[in-house]
Nanobody, 126 residues
Framework: VQLVESGRGSVQAGGSLKLSCAAS????????LGWFRQAPGKEREGVAI????????YYSDSVKGRFTISRDNAKNSIYLQMDNLEPEDTASYFC?????????????????????WGQGTQVTVS
């Protein structure tokens, strides 16, 4: 599994950015891909997950209503549209793929459940 993010940038508070992640994988049923972020000195936290088969999307409370995760299976890619960005959103953002299904959605938001990670892309909001 290979994951490659793109879309890093710096914006002012209230601005928008879109991150992309190209993923090479062979998903099984109930498989998801996730976006995580990690700020300096903080643990890596789950931001959003999307189920590859039907596009169901779920978000952490901290980004719900501001971020939108989506997938394009034809392009083997997922995206994270981030609107109304806040300084607290400043972090390195990672896309990730688990080693198994995402039937347990709570588990799917835990970084420890994921086996494969992209290189990360920096988002800075001032």
């Amino acid at each position: 599994v290979q994951l490659v993010e793109s879309g890093r940038g710096s914006v002012q508070a209230g601005g928008s950015l879109k991150l992309s992640c190209a993923a090479s994988l062979n998903p099984t049923s109930d498989y998801c891909l996730g976006w995580f972020r990690q700020a300096p000195g903080k643990e890596r936290e789950g931001v959003a997950i999307v189920y590859v088969d039907d596009g169901r999307a779920y978000y952490s409370d901290s980004v719900k209503g501001r971020f939108t995760i989506s997938r394009d299976n034809a392009k083997n890619s997922i995206y994270l549209q981030m609107d109304n960005l806040e300084p607290e959103d400043t972090a390195s953002y990672f896309c990730a793929a688990p080693g198994g299904s995402c039937r347990d959605r709570t588990l799917a938001f835990k970084a420890s459940y994921y086996n494969y990670w992209g290189q990360g892309t920096q988002v800075t909001v001032s």
